[in-house]
């Protein structure tokens, strides 16, 4: 983001959509939201669309923050070589804190993602950003040995969005961080063939 006010204006749209959906999106609600001046958000952002790109934008950037600060690049393994079990405890703290701090942003994103099937200015943005996390997935996937890490990256991203969206919107439970903890090591050591 290019100013402190954008920022305040793109967390006022996201803090929207998680609570009142696309339709409660309009620059007077992010303007009153933010505690701005009414028009101050057209300054920013002039069009519906405009609005939606730079909520978009920041999403990215808070998600990437999310998942930077719970897996570090360097998981402390000599060689390249990551434990499968600290990758897990990694990944179950990363999709905890998705789930119960930043429901707010996970919720936001799922209007987003809605709404860029509609849109393609939107679609493309969502998509590059999707391909980011695939690809950090595949990484990981590959460092803790998985013979097919872009299959089981694509498998992993799956089971992971199914399971935030069970979480945020379905009929499941919120799962505990050593539910989520068990289930990532399944699935590595699974992938890994460790």
């Given amino acids: 983001m290019s100013s402190q006010r954008e920022v305040l204006v793109a967390d006022a749209a996201i803090a929207i959509l998680a609570e009142r959906g696309m339709r409660g999106l309009t620059h007077r609600a992010v303007d009153e939201a933010a505690g701005l001046p009414p028009g101050s958000t057209s300054n920013h952002a002039r069009t519906r669309a405009a609005l939606l790109e730079l909520a978009l934008a920041r999403l990215a950037e808070r998600e990437e923050a999310v998942f930077t600060a719970a897996m570090p690049s360097d998981l402390g393994m000599p060689e390249g070589a990551v434990d499968v079990a600290r990758l897990a405890e990694l ?15 996970t919720i936001a994103r799922y209007e987003l993602a809605l709404e860029a099937s509609r849109r393609p200015e939107l679609r493309t943005m969502y998509d590059k950003m999707g391909r980011r996390f695939r690809e950090q997935a595949v990484a990981a996937l590959a460092a803790a040995g998985s013979p097919h890490p872009v299959r089981h990256g694509r498998q992993m991203v799956a089971y992971v969005e199914g399971l935030l969206l069970d979480a945020v919107v379905g009929a499941g439970d919120v799962p505990t961080l050593e539910e989520l903890d068990a289930a990532f090591r399944e699935l590595l050591r699974i992938a890994s063939g460790r």
């Fill in 91 to 105: 990944m179950a703290r990363a999709m905890h804190a998705a789930i119960t701090v930043h429901r707010e942003t």
